[in-house]
């Protein structure tokens, strides 16, 4: 395209790093539009294309480390002038030159890998030692091309024997070897595996190719390690030129592996083999899966772990750094027993601006008293038609369905219209995928795809005959809304007219006529694939540089790791057992520029519900690693215990199948618990009530204090409350806030003469339309807060997840404090450089450094019924909120809850075949 074109050499008229002006766009954009060569570029989208590049902004990574195991190196290596980044320097041209990387975002990348190599080790150093550390990023928001950084500096540094582990499944090792083949490495691997001056050259070695490493894999799907393909490259184990393995987390490949590195090993005196020539970089993608010793402690290690960590020990010197997007990828792993813990640090990755991850799909956004956040794409559709087709629990050798639903038939005709308005947008050679998920087992997906094949081709075929009764129903899903489904046209002009209308500058609203004549020439370009173990098919982008548009239908195969170029429609509907995986399953974050709009994303109304419980808990544990990586003496473990002692570990495991009880820690220290999702039953939401009443009516008159829209009490004895967490109740699913758990918190707690006295705030609104005049024996005037629901399920639901107002969190601080808590908010930010904007303090600086451990506050809501879409006449519906000070004994209540995360480090999928 010739605005790629354009583009590319505007970027070259401006500043490779630090701040873009408008003005300084301006003279580019007038200096290309001047070439003869562009005179039909438009000038307004070149200068937009080049806004929002020049303003994707990324925040500073963050990090947590054990200060007693530092041996900081990097800064003294990169001062030696004899030393150059020859590998990194050309990745970085690479990225900005070809990969279209921001600025912002390639300096990021920087710092970052540079963080990460400092804190392994100088693999010149002539000791013995071995560091484990821990990368935390987004689904689908750049960890590979964070991690081929890091792999080309530890190669610019001496590091002269990498190893990726790259998944449990062949299509992802392949993926991920063609990503460093582009990155890394400089030529193809499925033509050569040793370096050849001579051979096809892409990625970066298109721009420098004296930079020299050798590979033992290839990115052919069969590529694997094996000892005879290694040993016939022709490379002398020591040269000091950087080899490179990708490989699979399969127990056969780990073994080959082993036995051909022991075989370069030296023997030592007492008999073990060491290779000493050598420092090993071992990247371990998707840390979560596979790689943790699951079983009990007095069985054996797992198979892959053991074989990790062998390899591991046949080196003096070893770095291991993981990457995972999973924050709760640890919970059930001892971390003293588990060689693999990241003892030397972990780091947290924000995602760039332009990242589409669970905030804008689902929104965790705190929103402003009375007012509907509009932070949140409109591209989930809800669907509740699939129960005949694909039920949950359904298994292997169920009777298989006989035709798709009708929400299936949408989706696939919005992948159609999605690819045809690409079109017209001139997107023309580039990738589109839709993904449909419904199933574990290789007999549905084979069947689903064949099914899903008969109604794509039906569709394929009308459009091309211009039947109009098929034209008729494209034009009605670009441009009608139903109960159940927003339009084109009405999801591109919500975003035009919500907060995120510069995410993508071709949003736009288009007209049929014009969309019309793009159908059957991108529905003719479709295939329908069956993505498993046990088919043949397998997703080739790499061989479609024109583009490839393709119906993937599948399993786990295409839930971890694997990058579906192009995604934009996903139907997905795997409810039965992987609670605990959702975010991992989430193919449809990234980034996807010039089609944000386009995107659908079709599934029930539970998954939704599950979605926003675990995009909530991860979210709060990256809040709390950002206040832990500022507080001095923090370290990996105390995060750890943290992340282990979650609620949202009881989250997550309340609708998994039963494998095997197990005892886990929680802890609510700390934290803020709110109650946002409610019962609609009508005896429920009255006895709630009642539960409220009687607690109001046992308060002290006297104490009682009104403030703005809160009555409150101070000084409340613990032992007054224990009869409202008794008795009141909340929605079945949410777990993590469940009253009686809490109780058995705070009585724990209680014991130690923590959480003694509590403040309870009575929220009373002042301006509303409805309230209770004569509330409790105390006859208060009680105003309801308006809380809508997130979508109209059996359960209330409260949109954002939030129950409580920004601010109600402070209300019961006495004006000094409230300052104080300001002035070390803004501090800080300060600290890092950002300025803080907002008029209340931060939350975890309030419960960590403000609230003593003998204090914590209750809020009380009354909520207007029609907020759950219930009648005004109904009983207001109670919900609290409880705001908990840090507690310094770190005691944990305990609890049997199912084995919920073992699905997750499960590879024996009984459905997915052995892949060597």
């Not at 003096?316 to 999973?326: L, M, P, R």
């Not at 990755?349 to 008293?369: M, R, V």
Request: charged letters at 25%; one cysteine or more.
């Amino acid at each position: 395209m010739m605005i790629q074109q354009a583009l590319k050499t505007a970027k070259t008229l401006l500043p490779l790093s630090g701040s873009v002006t408008m003005q300084q766009i301006e003279v580019a954009v007038m200096n290309v539009m001047s070439m003869p060569v562009y005179q039909e570029v438009n000038r307004d989208e070149l200068f937009r294309e080049l806004q929002v590049f020049y303003n994707i902004r990324m925040d500073d990574f963050r990090i947590i480390e054990a200060d007693e195991r530092k041996r900081p190196w990097l800064n003294v290596w990169k001062a030696d002038k004899a030393h150059q980044w020859v590998f990194w320097e050309r990745y970085r041209n690479y990225l900005q030159s070809e990969k279209n990387f921001a600025n912002e975002v390639v300096g990021q990348l920087d710092k970052l890998t540079d963080r990460t190599l400092d804190g392994l080790f100088d693999p010149a150093e002539n000791i013995g030692l071995h560091k484990y550390g821990l990368v935390v990023g987004q689904v689908q928001s750049g960890k590979t091309a964070n991690y081929t950084g890091l792999i080309c500096k530890a190669a610019d540094a001496g590091f002269k024997l990498i190893i990726v582990l790259a998944g449990i499944h062949s299509n992802l090792r392949s993926q991920t070897q063609l990503r460093l083949d582009e990155g890394f490495l400089g030529f193809d691997t499925q033509h050569q595996r040793a370096y050849d001056r001579n051979g096809i050259k892409i990625g970066v070695g298109n721009l420098n190719p004296d930079a020299v490493a050798h590979s033992l894999t290839s990115s052919l799907e069969q590529g694997d390690f094996t000892a005879s393909a290694a040993n016939s490259l022709g490379i002398n184990f020591s040269t000091n030129e950087p080899i490179l393995a990708v490989v699979k987390k399969n127990a056969r490949v780990l073994e080959r592996l082993r036995t051909w590195l022991g075989a370069q090993a030296d023997e030592m005196p007492d008999g073990t083999r060491r290779i000493r020539s050598k420092s090993l970089l071992l990247i371990d993608d998707e840390a979560d899966n596979a790689s943790i010793n699951t079983n009990r402690e007095a069985a054996p290690v797992t198979r892959i772990n053991g074989l990790i960590k062998e390899i591991i020990r046949l080196f003096d010197k070893s770095g291991y750094v993981g990457y995972t997007a999973t924050p709760f990828a640890n919970i059930f792993i001892p971390i003293a027993e588990d060689e693999l813990f990241p003892r030397d640090f972990i780091i947290n990755i924000p995602a760039p601006s332009n990242y589409i991850g669970p905030d804008k799909i689902f929104g965790t956004t705190l929103p402003e008293d009375g007012t509907i956040s509009d932070t949140v794409l409109p591209v989930v559709n809800r669907i509740d038609d699939f129960q005949d087709f694909v039920s949950n629990g359904h298994r292997r050798e169920d009777g298989l369905p006989g035709e798709v639903p009708g929400s299936l038939k949408t989706a696939i005709k919005c992948f159609i219209m999605t690819c045809a308005i690409r079109r017209f947008r001139g997107q023309r050679n580039v990738h589109n995928s839709m993904l449909v998920h419904v199933s574990r087992y290789t007999n549905w997906q084979g069947h689903i795809r064949m099914l899903t094949e008969t109604v794509f081709d039906f569709y394929r075929r009308g459009l091309d005959m211009k039947i109009p009764q098929v034209e008729e129903e494209f034009r009605r899903i670009f441009e009608e809304n139903t109960e159940q489904y927003l339009s084109y046209r009405s999801v591109s002009q919500q975003i035009l007219d919500s907060g995120l209308r510069d995410i993508d500058t071709q949003t736009g609203v288009h007209e049929w006529e014009d969309i019309r004549p793009c159908l059957a020439e991108a529905a003719d370009l479709i295939q329908v694939r069956e993505i498993n173990g046990g088919s043949g098919d397998a997703l080739n982008y790499y061989d479609h540089r024109e583009g490839l548009s393709v119906i993937a239908v599948g399993g786990d195969k295409l839930s971890r790791g694997l990058t579906l170029e192009g995604l934009s429609v996903s139907y997905y509907l795997r409810a039965s057992r992987m609670y605990d995986t959702l975010m991992q399953m989430g193919r449809w974050f990234g980034y996807r520029s010039g089609y944000v709009d386009l995107c659908r994303l079709f599934t029930s109304r539970e998954l939704n519900e599950w979605f926003c419980h675990i995009t909530l808990a991860s979210e709060e544990l990256r809040e709390e690693f950002d206040y832990m990586s500022e507080v001095a003496g923090s370290t990996p473990e105390q995060y750890a215990l943290r992340v282990r002692t979650h609620p949202g570990v009881l989250q997550i495991s309340a609708s998994n199948k039963i494998r095997y009880a197990t005892e886990v820690e929680v802890s609510w220290s700390g934290r803020l618990v709110e109650t946002y999702q409610l019962s609609k039953d009508a005896e429920v939401i009255h006895a709630n009530l009642m539960v409220t009443e009687k607690l109001v009516s046992t308060l002290d008159e006297a104490g009682m204090r009104l403030k703005t829209d809160c009555y409150l009490w101070r000084d409340v004895p613990a032992e007054v409350l224990y009869p409202f967490f008794r008795d009141f109740r909340v929605a079945e699913n949410l777990k993590k806030a469940e009253p009686q758990k809490l109780l058995d918190f705070i009585r724990l707690l209680n014991t130690d003469g923590e959480l003694v006295s509590w403040r309870v705030g009575l929220m009373s609104k002042r301006r509303t339309l409805q309230r209770i005049q004569d509330f409790s024996d105390k006859h208060l005037d009680v105003g309801f807060y308006l809380r809508r629901e997130e979508h109209n399920t059996e359960n209330y639901y409260i949109r954002k997840a939030h129950i409580i107002s920004p601010g109600d969190e402070f209300i019961d601080l006495i004006p000094e404090e409230y300052e104080a808590a300001m002035q070390r908010t803004r501090q800080y930010y300060e600290e890092q450089g950002k300025v803080y904007e907002r008029d209340y303090p931060r939350g975890e600086i309030v419960r960590n450094e403000f609230r003593t451990p003998q204090e914590a506050l209750l809020l009380i809501y009354l909520l207007e019924p029609a907020g759950a879409g219930l009648s005004r006449e109904s009983d207001p519906i109670t919900g609290f909120a409880v705001s908990f000070p840090k507690s310094p004994g770190n005691r944990v209540v305990r609890y049997a809850v199912h084995e919920q995360l073992l699905p997750m480090f499960n590879t024996d999928d009984e459905e997915d075949f052995s892949e060597e």
